[in-house]
């Protein structure tokens, strides 16, 4: 009897913890973008280093191609330069993103964008890292 319970708490734990996240395109469904680095550290920075900049990689994880959008940064410090041409199923494109140091306070800081699909698709965000020297 002892076992009987325990094999069935165990089938149901099981059960329970099966991964309901996997990412599951219909064949005519939108496609997704998918960053393949969402954050980078750019360490310690002052003035001297001025604009700094960093490749992001994008990749349409759907099954129709989808554009970029839209990108939206949240500090004027930043900026993305980004290809308008639809990204084809299962292929990418890089995002240029440029900080600029100078216009960044001293200390730890963190900025983000907002990069949006076309048709209504997903939205990815990039996270910049970094310590602002005096």
Not at 3 to 16: E, G, P, Q, W
Not at 50 to 56: A, D, I, P, Q, Y
Not at 65 to 75: F, W
Not at 121 to 134: A, D, E, R, S
């Amino acid at each position: 009897m002892r076992r009987l319970l325990t094999v069935i708490i165990t089938s149901l734990v099981l059960v329970a913890c099966q991964d309901k996240g996997r990412l599951v395109e219909p064949k005519d469904g939108p496609g997704r973008l998918k960053l393949m680095q969402s954050e980078y550290n750019f360490g310690p920075l002052n003035n001297i280093d001025g604009v700094v900049m960093h490749e992001f990689v994008v990749v349409n994880e759907g099954s129709s191609s989808v554009a970029i959008a839209d990108v939206h940064p949240y500090c004027h410090c930043t900026n993305v330069e980004y290809s308008k041409e639809p990204i084809k199923p299962g292929h990418g494109t890089k995002l240029k993103v440029y900080l600029n140091a100078r216009e960044v306070d001293p200390g730890f800081f963190t900025r983000t964008i907002d990069v949006h699909a076309s048709g209504g698709g997903n939205k990815v965000t990039i996270f910049l890292k970094g310590n602002k020297m005096n």
